[in-house]
């Protein structure tokens, strides 16, 4: 390939993906940024994992009180929290999955809190359509060029770099495309492993080709600053686990690297986190099995990332959510298939937290959406909204931009403290 061609190529498309190491990228913008932000404009922190394949919502938080729930899963109900493998019960109503046993400590210090009967109005049942709803914000369209996530980098006060966000896994997502920049990071320890661009000799060659660029040497500047950030930054990680056992391995291994990451980065304010393997239509299980080994390491990690982020989590809000949910009667393959409402969990020191919250109608033949799923009584970009305005403290019209097409707010939500 020619050089020009080589350049053309790289140009394309709003975000551009600069090569940072072995299987780091740092994703950045056309548009030049601040030199940093104001001091304090990213103390207040956002972390969003997303869980692909439609994770099962009333196996997660089980409507345990509703006689419908064992009827409708004769095999995969949680059985009673007085029995082997039984649901941690939650309200006296609802019950945690078991093997989301780390998280009840935040439970009781009111620092989670669900949605439930939460999700997309829109009515697909296509894992590609729904996501990409999910990641726009702006169900039912499909032309929405960017994501929620880099729309609320732009209306966040203070000065953006490239570190201000921040996702984790092996391409950038949907939800962070668009104009302002954002960096990706490998999962793993490989993100924090020198690559070939650490290289002092080829590093030199790079800064020469680039130098001066009208076109792009701003835009390889800040991948390459973006890079010395997360280096830095992970080094402190590896140091420390010399003397120690390693981490575990999977989302808990990733969580507690974030965490490193934002303690030791006041830069880093929006992460971003994708978890695959939700998508249970066979041999799902109910307090063991399939679903309970994925929940198990994600409740570990969660736990792990309230732990390592220290004081920082008294300003961290975290949410959990999946592009829908799952039907509330099992099929005949012990699984479930794909529903509509699901529940979204949310996290942190200022929730309101101890408590299931949403308009909750039963699980019964009559209160089921199409007669199968749990209906959607709480739009997911209200959920999103009150935590924008509440804990980032954005205005109306920023509100406006991030979430375009919004409805009216839910009255009756209090998901986080004043």
Same mark, same amino acid.
């Given at each position: 390939?020619? /050089? /020009?061609?080589?350049?053309?190529?790289?140009?394309?498309?709003?975000?551009?993906?600069?090569?940072?190491?072995?299987?780091?990228?740092?994703?950045?913008?056309? &548009?030049?940024? %601040?030199?940093?932000?104001?001091?304090?404009?990213?103390?207040?922190?956002?972390?969003?994992?997303?869980?692909? %394949?439609?994770?099962?919502?009333?196996?997660?938080?089980?409507? !345990?009180?509703?006689?419908?729930?064992?009827?409708?899963?004769?095999?995969?109900?949680?059985?009673?929290?007085?029995?082997?493998?039984? &649901?941690?019960?939650?309200?006296?109503?609802?019950?945690?999955?078991?093997?989301?046993?780390?998280?009840?400590? !935040?439970?009781?210090?009111?620092?989670?809190?669900?949605?439930?009967? +939460?999700?997309?109005?829109?009515?697909?049942?296509?894992?590609?359509?729904?996501?990409?709803?999910?990641? +726009?914000?702006?169900?039912?369209?499909?032309?929405?060029?960017?994501?929620?996530?880099?729309?609320?980098?732009?209306?966040?006060?203070?000065? +953006?770099?490239?570190?201000?966000?921040?996702?984790?896994?092996?391409?950038?997502?949907?939800?962070? @495309?668009?104009?302002?920049?954002?960096?990706?990071?490998?999962?793993? #320890?490989? #993100?924090?492993?020198?690559?070939?661009?650490? /290289?002092?000799?080829?590093?030199?060659?790079?800064?020469?080709?680039?130098?001066?660029?009208?076109?792009?040497?701003?835009?390889?500047?800040?991948? /390459?600053?973006?890079?010395?950030?997360?280096?830095?930054?992970?080094?402190?990680?590896?140091?420390?686990?010399?003397?120690?056992?390693?981490?575990?391995?999977?989302?808990?291994?990733?969580?507690?690297?974030? #965490?490193?990451?934002?303690?030791?980065?006041?830069?880093?304010?929006? @992460?971003?986190?994708?978890?695959? %393997?939700?998508?249970?239509?066979?041999?799902? %299980?109910?307090?063991?099995?399939?679903?309970?080994?994925?929940? @198990?390491?994600?409740?570990?990690?969660?736990?792990? $990332?309230?732990?390592? $982020?220290?004081?920082?989590?008294?300003?961290?809000?975290?949410?959990?959510?999946?592009?829908?949910?799952?039907?509330?009667?099992?099929?005949?393959?012990?699984?479930?298939?794909?529903?509509?409402?699901?529940?979204?969990?949310? !996290?942190?020191?200022?929730?309101?937290?101890?408590?299931?919250?949403?308009?909750?109608?039963?699980?019964?033949?009559?209160?089921?959406?199409?007669?199968?799923?749990?209906?959607?009584?709480?739009?997911?970009?209200?959920?999103?909204?009150?935590?924008?305005?509440?804990?980032?403290?954005?205005?109306?019209?920023?509100?406006?931009?991030?979430?375009?097409?919004?409805?009216?707010?839910?009255?009756? $939500?209090?998901?986080?403290?004043?």
């Amino acid at each position: 390939m020619q /050089r /020009r061609d080589f350049l053309n190529a790289f140009a394309a498309g709003a975000g551009l993906m600069i090569p940072l190491g072995r299987d780091a990228w740092a994703a950045t913008a056309t &548009a030049a940024q %601040g030199t940093g932000p104001a001091a304090g404009a990213t103390g207040r922190k956002l972390v969003v994992v997303m869980l692909r %394949g439609a994770v099962d919502g009333l196996n997660v938080v089980a409507p !345990l009180g509703d006689a419908n729930y064992a009827r409708l899963r004769p095999t995969i109900a949680l059985a009673a929290p007085d029995q082997d493998n039984g &649901a941690l019960d939650l309200d006296g109503y609802f019950a945690l999955h078991p093997a989301l046993a780390p998280l009840m400590p !935040l439970w009781r210090e009111k620092k989670l809190a669900f949605v439930h009967a +939460s999700g997309s109005p829109d009515a697909t049942r296509s894992h590609f359509d729904a996501q990409d709803y999910m990641e +726009s914000a702006t169900p039912g369209v499909k032309s929405t060029p960017d994501g929620w996530m880099n729309r609320l980098i732009a209306a966040l006060p203070g000065a +953006s770099t490239p570190t201000r966000a921040v996702s984790v896994g092996p391409t950038m997502p949907r939800i962070l @495309a668009g104009q302002a920049a954002a960096i990706n990071i490998a999962n793993g #320890a490989a #993100a924090g492993k020198p690559g070939a661009l650490d /290289r002092p000799q080829l590093a030199a060659a790079f800064d020469q080709l680039y130098m001066g660029n009208q076109r792009f040497g701003k835009v390889y500047q800040d991948g /390459r600053e973006a890079h010395k950030e997360v280096m830095a930054a992970t080094m402190a990680e590896a140091v420390a686990a010399d003397g120690g056992a390693p981490l575990p391995n999977g989302f808990p291994d990733d969580a507690a690297r974030l #965490a490193v990451l934002m303690r030791n980065d006041p830069n880093v304010q929006l @992460a971003f986190f994708a978890l695959g %393997g939700w998508d249970t239509h066979a041999s799902q %299980g109910a307090g063991t099995g399939q679903l309970a080994n994925r929940l @198990a390491p994600l409740g570990q990690g969660l736990a792990l $990332l309230a732990q390592r $982020l220290g004081p920082m989590f008294e300003d961290t809000t975290i949410v959990v959510m999946s592009e829908f949910g799952r039907t509330a009667r099992e099929n005949g393959n012990g699984g479930t298939d794909h529903g509509h409402g699901n529940v979204m969990w949310v !996290l942190g020191g200022g929730v309101a937290g101890g408590k299931v919250l949403g308009e909750w109608q039963g699980v019964g033949d009559g209160q089921l959406n199409e007669g199968r799923d749990l209906p959607v009584t709480t739009d997911f970009r209200t959920v999103l909204a009150h935590i924008a305005e509440r804990h980032l403290r954005l205005g109306d019209r920023q509100l406006a931009q991030v979430f375009p097409r919004m409805p009216s707010a839910a009255s009756g $939500l209090r998901l986080l403290r004043a």
